[in-house]
């Protein structure tokens, strides 16, 4: 098996490119240039363009056709309906009913998939309460369909309410097929992990795309980013629970297959995953290895944060949405840009 490294920039570049990914990231946390971008219908196409590769469509049908062609390609799916940092009330009860009709939908076409979702999207910044509750039913309809439930991990200030909720989830409901997202780079992490490893539901290890101070996180370009996501990696492997390998890492999922087989990842629930229009190579050469693997895919129209956190995790990716959004007709616009090797 052979999978890549992210390229990078020559030493004299990197810096100033560290410092685009930490903009971008900070760019993506504004809900005013959220709101302007997502709903302004002078800007709606610019961003339509440059995010395009990143997301399965806007509405449940696309979403189930998505899911469709990922498992055709040999991966398990994961489908969000993206959103976050819902602030009303009835809003976020309507969030929560397109949820349910994800879970229809996917039942009624017959497609095994895994729902993930924030926390925030279906209430949990307006009443702690009100996200439990949501997250519940969510939970039940998923159980039903046999299907897992993903919780994400959003900026480090809502860890202990996400945390809290998905403790609850387990504590009260039982929902063992609830899991959650550990980010490799935050601080608090270390202790967190043995909390969390003492519930059943599959944790999701990721490298962590938010933007965080340095008391609160290592930057992504940190070298002991890579050495703590493999230490978490080994802890979870040794503990014979399901998880998930979610990164883009090429060494890190190099890493990772050396030291457990396909037999054995199959037999443990470990897998890979990787978010669609990225690391699309790795993940295919991984699956014809035999290993497990997933790929997420998000639908949706509140795709501001998601999409700028995705550019942000590899600044090269910048080139690629210029190309999107001013050239799409030049050759080869359609596919993921590289640099030439130097």
């Not at 996200?131 to 994400?152: K, L, P, Y």
């Amino acid at each position: 098996m052979n999978t890549n490294s992210n390229p990078q920039f020559s030493p004299a570049w990197q810096g100033r490119v560290n410092d685009a990914a930490e903009a971008l990231r900070r760019l993506a946390l504004d809900e005013g240039a959220k709101e302007r971008f997502c709903h302004d219908p002078a800007l709606q196409p610019f961003l339509a363009k440059m995010s395009g590769r990143y997301v399965a469509g806007n509405s449940i049908e696309q979403a189930v056709d998505a899911v469709r062609a990922i498992g055709a390609r040999g991966h398990a799916v994961s489908v969000e309906y993206v959103g976050e940092s819902c602030r009303d009330r009835a809003r976020a009860d309507a969030e929560t009913t397109v949820f349910l009709r994800v879970v229809a939908a996917l039942d009624a076409a017959k497609l095994a998939s895994t729902i993930s979702l924030d926390l925030s999207h279906i209430g949990s910044t307006v009443d702690p309460e009100l996200g439990f509750v949501n997250a519940r039913r969510i939970a039940a309809a998923a159980a039903r369909a046999g299907r897992e439930v993903m919780i994400s991990m959003e900026g480090s200030e809502r860890a202990d309410l996400i945390y809290a909720i998905y403790g609850r989830l387990h504590d009260e409901d039982g929902a063992a097929h609830v899991g959650i997202t550990v980010p490799a780079k935050l601080h608090r992490s270390k202790l967190d992990f043995p909390k969390l490893m003492q519930y059943p539901g599959r944790i999701r290890l990721v490298k962590g795309a938010f933007a965080e101070s340095a008391d609160i996180a290592l930057t992504r370009h940190d070298p002991l980013l890579e050495i703590r996501y493999r230490a978490f990696a080994d802890e979870l492997i040794a503990s014979g629970r399901p998880c998930s390998i979610a990164t883009h890492d090429g060494a890190i999922q190099q890493y990772v297959a050396e030291r457990i087989s396909p037999q054995a990842a199959h037999r443990q629930g470990v897998e890979f995953e990787s978010l669609m229009g990225l690391g699309t190579e790795q993940i295919d050469e991984l699956c014809r290895c035999g290993y497990p693997t997933r790929e997420y895919a998000v639908f949706g129209t509140e795709y501001f944060l998601y999409v700028l956190n995705r550019i942000a995790e590899e600044p090269l990716r910048v080139y690629q949405a210029v190309i999107d959004l001013l050239a799409p007709g030049l050759p080869g616009s359609g596919q993921a840009w590289r640099p030439p090797a130097v």
